[in-house]
């Protein structure tokens, strides 16, 4: 089993930029695949983007594209969500889970190994 703890959450302005941090614990770590997910106040947990094992392969959720970018090193157990031209719409919770495959983490059946989350909000 692997434990998440999300951080680099916070207070930014539309059209600003933050970067995430996900540390994982465990000598597997570099055997997952790795996504993020986020969860609005009234809203379902939804997908946001997801990477492999490796990091030979990336995943975005289409609201995204083109704004948020998915890293990991696995020397530091740590997968890392670049996130730009942020809009209102991105407030949310952020949360890490990890996967067998990108495809599970794609349709929300990953570990469940969540974390607190780290909160962005982003102001118009």
């Known amino acids: 089993q692997v434990q998440l703890a999300e951080s680099g959450g916070g207070l930014v302005q539309a059209g600003g930029s933050l970067r995430l941090s996900c540390a994982a614990s465990g000598r597997t770590f570099r055997l997952y695949g790795m996504g993020w997910f986020r969860q609005a106040p009234g809203k379902e947990r939804e997908f946001v983007a997801a990477?492999?094992?490796?990091?030979?392969?990336?995943s975005y959720a289409d609201s995204v594209k083109g704004r948020f970018t998915i890293s990991r090193d696995n020397a530091k157990n740590t997968v890392y969500l670049q996130m730009n031209s942020l809009k209102p719409a991105d407030t949310a919770v952020y949360y890490c889970?990890?996967?067998?495959?990108?495809?599970?983490?794609?349709?929300?059946?990953?570990?469940?190994?969540w974390g607190q989350g780290t909160q962005v909000t982003v102001s118009s």
């Open positions: 889970d990890a996967a067998d495959t990108i495809a599970k983490l794609r349709r929300g059946a990953g570990m469940g190994s």
């Open positions: 990477i492999s094992w490796n990091g030979g392969s990336t």
